[in-house]
């Protein structure tokens, strides 16, 4: 068993990266973003946060979300948000991959992967460089050619709010520390 210590800083900004159970690409289907925005409206009821930035990939999201002022309790959130869109939508699904016998114990499905990883926002570079990791995902996972051209995201919020032109990341890629994203140690 793993050592790891996740951070809980209350009111914190936190970037996540959530994956698919064995990257299975069901996660940017209309069942699965509808599933998805759903369950996020639900927990957000029960437990206020904010999405800062967000953008869904076929076999996985990264999203950046603010806590409310003395509130840490991040875990409980993705926890519900995965349990409600399982079960919103892990029947209308219909994904037959087979679930081991660790997962059937834990009674997991076979729609999220178990792990996340988590960063504490530090600054106000650091959210900068989390954005534009974000946004810029799809194109670097050869998904479009422009952030401009995947539906799937609040980079068309952020254009806007005049926070980025409509062709960031079009002509040129953006520099985006090579430490920022997380998906390497997942």
Known sequence: MSNYRRAFVPGGTYFFVLNTYKRIPWLSSDIGRAGLRKSI???Q???????D???????????????????????IRLGLIKDF????????????AEISQS?????????????YWEHV????NDYAHHCDYIHY???????CRSPKDWE??????FVAQGIYPEDWGANEVPLIPEDIGGELYL
């Open 41 to 43: 409206k639900r927990v």
């Open 45 to 51: 009821k029960l437990y206020p946060f904010t999405i």
């Open 53 to 75: 930035a967000i953008v869904l990939l076929p076999d996985h999201l990264h999203m950046m979300l603010t806590l409310p002022d003395g509130d840490s309790k991040y875990p």
């Open 85 to 96: 869109v399982t079960r919103y939508s892990g029947h209308k699904l219909g994904i037959e």
């Open 103 to 115: 997962r059937k114990k834990r009674k997991e499905s076979n729609l999220w992967q178990r792990r």
């Open 121 to 124: 926002i530090r600054d106000e």
């Open 137 to 143: 995902n799809p194109v670097k996972h050869n998904l």
């Open 152 to 157: 799937f995201s609040s980079f068309h919020r």
